[in-house]
């Protein structure tokens, strides 16, 4: 089972753009869909986008089409989430998880039963 490590958040203009990283320990990597996950205080985490394991498919939730790229790259064993035009209700805590099993569409549906969560990597977006 591979390990996952968030990095690239922190603190941006609202308008502005971040790249958030999502390492994966291992050599399964490209065995696994991907997934990019949020959650704000208060609030339940929710799905943001996921890309299917050779990298050809993605899938966003609508607040973030048009805005943000999901990527990977299987011989860096690395995720990627391109976050541009940032709003404030972007701030949140973002998760990488990661599943054998799910197809990328139903990886919002099965958030509490993915194999793989990181640890997590803070955006804050200041209006």
């Known amino acids: 089972q591979v390990q996952l490590v968030e990095s690239g958040g922190g603190l941006v203009q609202a308008g502005g753009s971040l790249r958030l990283s999502c390492a994966a320990s291992g050599r399964t990597f490209s065995s696994y869909a991907m997934g990019w996950f949020r959650q704000a205080p208060g609030q339940e985490r929710k799905f943001v986008a996921s890309?299917?394991?050779?990298?050809?498919?993605?899938y966003y939730t609508d607040s973030v089409k048009g805005r943000f790229i999901i990527s990977r790259d299987n011989a860096k064993n690395t995720m990627y989430l391109q976050m541009n035009s940032l709003k404030s209700e972007d701030t949140a805590v973002y998760y990488c998880?990661?599943?054998?099993?799910?197809?990328?569409?139903?990886?919002?549906?099965?958030?509490?039963?993915?194999?793989?969560w990181g640890q997590g990597t803070l955006v804050t977006v200041s209006s």
């Open positions: 890309i299917s394991r050779n990298g050809i498919f993605t």
């Open positions: 998880a990661a599943d054998r099993l799910t197809t990328i569409q139903a990886m919002g549906a099965r958030t509490r039963s993915l194999e793989v």
